[in-house]
């Protein structure tokens, strides 16, 4: 969501009431736009269209969602500028925002932004600007999507940021040599239908996804072997009000230790996986994929059990038989990916991740007892240090970059010592 209907109606109403958008710094923006010498422009926020008046001669398209006709999705462009535009969005939604600028932008981006409060106030008695921060506040947010080749801090004589960018080009670190993985699924199609069908029968409730971004600490636990060295730093982050979150056997390793998450997370078809979450916590809710093994859902009964749909390539179309319009999950074949994909979702844009190793330690694969199927070894070396991990595990270490291409305003922390982690050292 890019702006809430509540706020697109205010935005509409000055647009009525004022000369609302009228472009104080197009023509220097205009200026700046012929010189980078684009094929097409896109104009986003373009208020009264004063821009695309002043490029003749250039293709322009125009986007602003709190005008008539001007509501359509936008294309991409060469030169992307957005003037006068970033202060009113709403803070919570900025993020989605300037991943929208950055899916839109070809080559550059001119961005004029107000450091200072507006004049002007919306029909709720708030003032226009619902963002006032300084320049280098701007220069950090902006920094981690584009590279700035030009940020002027003109706030002194009144006039905010003005910043040229281009946007960054991310890249999947290399990790050698490995041999290419074919990766199989771990319950045939039939029956991984089977089970959404008869689960979404029997649990009504749906999570909630798709909330706008806010400022909440997600921290994840993982079950790779470090989660025994790093557990203390989430009973740190909880007590300071941070989110705690569980997968695999990560439920009861944290509660036996006093830790009480808010939700545990699973996506396994497989039955053995209700063995592994333990004894179930009625302080705890349970977050699972609408394929999860029905003995799964045996265990819980009585308690709050809430479904997502947990997408899986074609076959996971029943889901939208069952639930028209819902949306699904991304995150390949481990559940630590699915569960970052969920809280995104969710609005947690801070994530303190403990126990994703994608490793061994002395011979471990968990840090503590595990159901599943051993894992077969095998060597890699990432940078100066070999790892012991399986060819899983560096199936996972790969797709968490691929995961990362998709949470590009989030802000990430791995905790602990283990392949994963050495992999985003040396990058």
């Known amino acids: 969501m890019l702006i809430s209907e509540p706020y697109r109606a205010l935005q509409a109403d000055l647009h009525a009431r004022f000369d609302y958008g009228h472009g104080g710094d197009a023509a220097e923006c205009a200026e700046i736009v012929r010189g980078l010498a684009p094929s097409s422009v896109l104009d986003y926020g373009c208020g009264q269209g004063h821009l695309a008046r002043l490029l003749e001669g250039i ?112 890249t999947v670190p290399p990790l050698l040599p490995v041999v290419k993985v074919r990766s199989t699924s771990a319950v045939s199609d039939e029956m991984r239908n089977e089970q959404v069908r008869a689960n979404c029968a029997r649990i009504p409730a749906r999570l909630e996804i798709n909330l706008p971004a806010h400022n909440r600490v997600a921290h994840l636990a993982c079950f790779g072997p470090s989660l025994a060295q790093t557990w203390p730093e989430i009973a740190m982050g909880a007590a300071r009000g941070g989110d705690v979150f569980t997968v695999s056997g990560a439920h009861r390793f944290l509660i036996d230790r006093g830790i009480v998450p808010l939700a545990h997370i699973d996506c396994d078809p497989r039955p053995h996986k209700a063995a592994q979450l333990g004894e179930p916590d009625r302080r705890v809710q349970y977050w699972l994929a609408s394929c999860i093994a029905p003995a799964y859902l045996d265990k819980l009964g009585g308690y709050d059990v809430r479904l997502w749909h947990s997408y899986n390539g074609k076959a996971s179309r029943i889901a939208f038989q069952l639930d028209p319009g819902c949306e699904m999950i991304v995150g390949d074949g481990s559940v630590g990916l699915r569960a970052m994909s969920i809280l995104y979702t969710r609005g947690y844009r801070r994530f303190e991740i403990h126990g994703m190793d994608c490793s061994f330690s002395g011979g471990e694969a968990h840090a503590g007892e595990h159901l599943g199927k051993p894992q077969d070894a095998v060597s890699v070396k990432c940078g100066d240090r070999w790892f012991e991990t399986s060819a899983p595990f560096v199936t996972y270490a790969r797709f968490f970059h691929k995961q990362l291409s998709m949470m590009l305003d989030a802000d990430i922390r791995l905790h602990g010592d283990g392949l994963l982690q050495h992999m985003n050292k040396e990058t």
Not at 121 to 147: C, K, N, Q, Y
Not at 152 to 166: H, I, K, P, T, Y
Request: hydrophobic fraction near 40%.
């Open 59 to 170: 293709e322009v398209e125009e986007y602003d969602p709190a005008i008539p006709g001007k509501q359509d999705e936008p294309g991409k462009a060469d030169v992307v500028v957005c003037a006068d535009v970033l202060e009113h969005i709403e803070p919570e939604l900025l993020g989605n925002v300037l991943l929208h600028l950055y899916a839109c932008t070809r080559r550059h981006i001119v961005l004029v932004i107000a450091t200072g409060p507006s004049r002007k106030v919306m029909a709720d008695g708030r003032t226009a600007h619902l963002i006032v921060r300084p320049a280098d506040w701007w220069h950090s947010r902006l920094s981690g999507l584009f590279e700035l080749d030009r940020f002027e801090d003109r706030s002194v004589a009144g006039r905010g940021v003005l910043a040229v960018c281009r946007p960054r080009v991310f």
